[in-house]
Structure formats: C-alpha cells, structure tokens
Nanobody
Framework: GVRLVESGGGSVQAGGSLTLSCTSS?????MAWFRQAPGKRREKVAD?????????GYFVDGRFTLSKADTKTESTLTLQMTNLKADDTAVYYC???????????????????WGQGTQVTVSS
C-alpha cells in the first residue's frame, strides 16, 4: 500500500516559521496538507497536482509555500510556513489521492491516503 510519512512541525512563537514535509511511496495525482484544530473541522491548507498547479486556503494569505519534488519512486510534499499566527495551531495532516480529477475542488472526503499528523503549536 501507499505510505505517507510526515516530518517537521513543532512549537514556535507568533511570527516564526516552520517547514512540514511528507513523503509518499508513489506518485499521487493530488497531494495536500490539511489541518485540524481542537473542536474544529479538518480544513485544507493547500494542494498541488501533477502539473504543479497549487491552490491555497483563504487564510494562508501569502504566508505559506507549497512545493513538491519527485524521484523515480517517491513524491515529497513540502509546506514552508512563515509569519505563523496563534490561529495556525493545529494538527497538520498530509493527504494524497490517485484518482484523476481536479485537485483544487477536493475536500477531505476526496483523499484516500493520510499521514499520521504532526502538531504545530504557535504561541502568541
């Protein structure tokens, strides 16, 4: 099966930066980062398709950059987060899917593979 292995995350003060990475053991059609804060729904942070077209959640507001690098057997998704705010505190999940349809319109139910989640904590 496909595995998604996440790394990064941690604790920073407001205004700081963090980088999250996720490596897939295959080449998905879509890859994305979602996040879920306590008591809130899981929301999409950003996604990217095989042609490297990216979309971002409205709350990103230019602070995050999503990129993807492929080898013969893996895809690595990286989310560089800057100017972090307390509201960015959440568990961040990598997601992937292999079905061939538009990535930007997908919600959490349209992704079949998930990472284990990594905590991001931003203190004000």
């Amino acid at each position: 099966g496909v595995r998604l292995v996440e790394s990064g995350g941690g604790s920073v003060q407001a205004g700081g930066s963090l980088t999250l990475s996720c490596t897939s053991s295959a080449h998905p059609y879509c890859m994305a980062w979602f996040r879920q804060a306590p008591g809130k729904r899981r929301e999409k942070v950003a996604d990217i398709d095989r042609s490297a077209t990216r979309t971002y959640g409205y709350f990103v507001d230019g602070r995050f950059t999503l990129s993807k690098a492929d080898t013969k057997t893996e895809s690595t998704l990286t989310l560089q987060m800057t100017n972090l705010k307390a509201d960015d505190t959440a568990v961040y999940y990598c997601a992937a899917d292999f079905r061939d349809f538009q990535c930007s319109s997908r919600g959490r139910d349209d992704y079949n593979y998930w990472g284990q989640g990594t905590q991001v904590t931003v203190s004000s």
